[in-house]
């Protein structure tokens, strides 16, 4: 009985020695993981508040952009995360490798950042404009790039001021990356403004007529308040826009008066008030940029029925083809005008001279096209453009007298009775060009 007892108190003494020297092995190792963790939480504070505090200064300074900011965000809390202290592993195996290099490479990633917005920033600084001033914070001379405004007289903004709306939204910005020698720097405005609006005349949008627009139209509540940024540029009144901006929205073809002009006018202007309201602007742009082509025969339709009879007689026809006519007309012209322009200043006169010192033979005198074929020149060659446009007229208006034939005969409809709208769908399907006055000019705004 002894031999056991002390056995026993043998066996019970070295368990306990066990478990006291595992015990304090365990909170050996414990407390040096704890010290380390605490150093690494310290280390990612401090370098948290640094990058912190770069931020702050960046924010104020205006030059990060958002996907900088956000990507020094999610670094934040990445590491923010990787130094949380958790609950003490069981195990010294459970700490890998893994999670050493992943940490040291999320702090070169970071270095690296640093690194290159001080590279960026040095770049920037490294264009003076001498003898320019910030009109905002009075910065001289103006580093990086250099906003000039165009509708001012000697008006300029530094790259920090520019995002701050601290000038008129109505004038144009000139950005400006390369320095102008500072003696031939312009003064005076460049161009008067394209802008007519007046921003004291329109009211902020609400949340309830953005979601009553959304609900109206196809655009979201980003293109609504874009719009209503465009609105407010070109907005005069407190009505709204008035028809004399409209005509100078169409630039040369707002100083024709034309038939297409009108309906397209009366399109957007439902109330009839001579002026076009914001909620008439976007609904319109709504039908005219996204609208299906149901909806834009509808609306061809009513553009076509100027008696307000609910049906199209051939005398409308006639009268909105010829106006569509001149508006392609006009639009072509001014195409060809433009390439015209653009050869003759690519053009190679050979030092200033004419053309005829190409050849060395003189011209007959008695030579020409009138004496060689006995025929007038057709009014299109040089010197007879002038007369074209009567002989184009005529040509138009018997083309728009057999188009206008046609569709009655494909709608087997009696040039004198009417079109109806069930008859201008099913044609509108098969011939889409009776929708085209719709779309020829097109947004307008």
């Known amino acids: 009985m002894n031999h056991i007892g002390t056995w026993t108190t043998f066996c019970v003494g070295a368990t306990v020695g066990v478990v006291v020297l595992v015990s304090a092995s365990q909170v050996r190792w414990y407390l040096t993981e704890r010290r380390r ?50 609950r003490p592993p069981l195990h010294m195996d459970d700490l890998t490798e893994t ?33 320019i001033t910030c009109n905002n914070c009075s910065t ?8 000039k405004c165009a509708n001012c007289i000697d008006f300029d903004l530094c790259e920090r001021c520019e ?27 460049l161009f008067k403004p394209v802008y007519p609006g007046k921003e004291e005349t329109v009211r902020s949008l609400t949340w309830d007529q953005i979601a009553k627009l959304k609900s109206q139209t196809y655009f979201d509540q980003f293109e609504i308040e874009a719009l ?8 005069t009144s407190k009505r709204g826009i008035s028809r004399e901006v409209y005509d100078m929205c169409l630039g040369p073809l707002g100083q024709e008066k034309n038939l297409v002009l009108d309906r397209l006018f009366k399109f ?36 076509y029925d100027l008696d307000g009879v609910g049906a199209i007689s051939r005398d409308n026809l006639c009268k909105m083809f010829k106006s569509y006519f001149y508006i392609t007309i006009e639009l072509v012209r001014d195409v060809v005008k433009a390439c015209e322009e653009e050869m003759m200043s690519n053009f190679d006169d050979s030092q200033g001279k ?92």
């Open 37 to 86: 963790r605490q150093a690494t939480l310290q280390e990612a504070h401090r370098l948290t508040d640094s990058i912190q505090a770069l931020v702050e200064t960046e924010r104020r300074n205006n030059t990060l952009n958002d996907s900088f900011l956000q990507m020094t965000t999610d670094l934040e809390m990445q590491h923010t995360l990787s130094a949380t202290p958790a």
């Open 99 to 131: 999670e050493d290099n992943q940490r040291m490479e999320d702090n070169q990633s970071l270095l690296n950042l640093l690194f290159n917005i001080a590279e960026s920033q040095a770049k920037k600084e490294g264009y003076v404009h001498r003898g």
């Open 140 to 147: 001289s001379p103006i580093c990086g790039v250099r906003y």
């Open 163 to 189: 995002p701050r709306d601290c000038h008129n939204r109505n004038h144009l910005l000139v950005k400006i990356r390369i320095p102008v020698p500072p003696l031939a720097n312009p003064r005076n405005p």
């Open 228 to 235: 209503h940024e465009q609105y407010k540029s070109l907005c």
């Open 268 to 303: 957007y202007d439902k109330n009839e008030d001579a002026h076009i309201d914001f909620d008439e602007m976007v609904k319109g742009l709504s039908v005219l940029v996204k609208g299906n082509h149901r909806e834009k025969v509808e609306y061809a339709f009513n553009g």
């Open 354 to 445: 004419p053309v005829s010192s190409l050849f060395s033979a003189p011209i007959p005198a008695d030579t020409g096209a009138v004496a060689a074929t006995g025929k007038i020149p057709f009014p299109g060659n040089p010197g007879g453009r002038e007369g074209m446009w009567p002989v184009m007229e005529a040509m138009s208006q018997d083309a728009i007298d057999e188009m206008v034939d046609n569709i009655f005969k494909m709608a087997n409809v009696d040039p004198s009775d009417r079109i109806s709208l069930e008859d201008f769908e099913r044609l509108a399907v098969v011939d889409n060009s009776l929708i085209a006055w719709f779309d020829a000019l097109g947004t307008v705004f």
